[in-house]
């Protein structure tokens, strides 16, 4: 198959990560005969530090027209700090996933067999955890209207939705849960806010369609409460942009890293692959961010194109990586490696899924040469 790819790395830690995806798919073009090609443009605070925008045209005018975006990380400190700044960094990606129609981000979250010890929640909690979070992206609080008073003293932003945008998203929140274990869960605050009144009849209504899917609506509140207690109970999770915001970093804590949690962006016509970390702007330059997330968001980029053995050849990489130990320091603290290193370890797997011998994890990662 033949796919363009514009590769959007953005700011901090973003260039590295998306770096090791990059290497992840040119494992698998070679391994299985595709033809990738990647194409790079700006968005973030190095696009606003280059031209004053922080989604330049050219960039929205490249992704439109590529068959998928890559993208990585944006957000430095030196607007997060400052709350007057009028062009912000997180505006080329709020921009870019309206215009690019990408309402729907799937978030999956799962406790890895190898790494349940390493969450800080208990392995008997955790253990089984399988979830895919459907998070509506294009509408809710953040794109609804904003108002400041003049005297900057009382504020407002506008929660809308339209019972097309809840369709769409719910469609598809569902097939995905016909192929799971059936089950979804709405997360809402219905008891409280008209929106989520509307998301609950919209769904109620579309769940005639769908007679094999066991739904269930949770408020938001409880729904992070049951996050921690029980999280296995969750099979699809259906909900709002900032419900779903907020409810997939906490999920993050399950899999022992917010470095491990990829995300797809699906519109109609477009689409867009990231980690759902941000840009951890400590950790640039210093080869101690987790590419995971990132790599995995690549397998998503395949599974989107119907390349589910590629996919799994990713996942397997990342999965063997795990095994090893071979992982950057947020899971490792006594022998990390560096971002590049792992990227290489999975490059190298992918490559040569078969080469398992004992000293595999000192060849994978280049410090020994033969056994
Ligand atoms: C995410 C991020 C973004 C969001 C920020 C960077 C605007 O937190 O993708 O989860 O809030 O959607
Ligand atoms: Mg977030």
Redesign the pocket.
Known sequence: MKLEIAVLSGDGIGPEVTAQAIKALEAIMHRFDHTFTFKEALVGAIAIDKTGNPLPDETLELCANMDAVLFG???DPKYDNNPSASIR??QG??RL?KELGLYA?IRPVKAYETLLDKSPLKREIIEGTDISIY?E?TGGI?FGKKHLNEAGTVASDLCEYSQEEIERISHLAFKAAQKRRKKLTLVDKANVLESSRLWRKVVTEIAKDYKDINVDFLFVDNAAMQMILNPSQFDVILTE??F??II??EASVIGGSIGLLA?ASVGDTCCMF?P?H?SYPQATGKGIANPIAAILSAAMLLEHFDLMDEAQAIKDGVEKALELNITTPDLNNSNPLTTEKVGDFIYDYILNPEDSNMNFENIHVGQSTII
């Open positions: 990380a944006i957000g960094p997180e990606l709020l996933r981000n998070r992206l953040y942009n900032m779903g915001d997939s970093d995300s990231e759902i941000g």
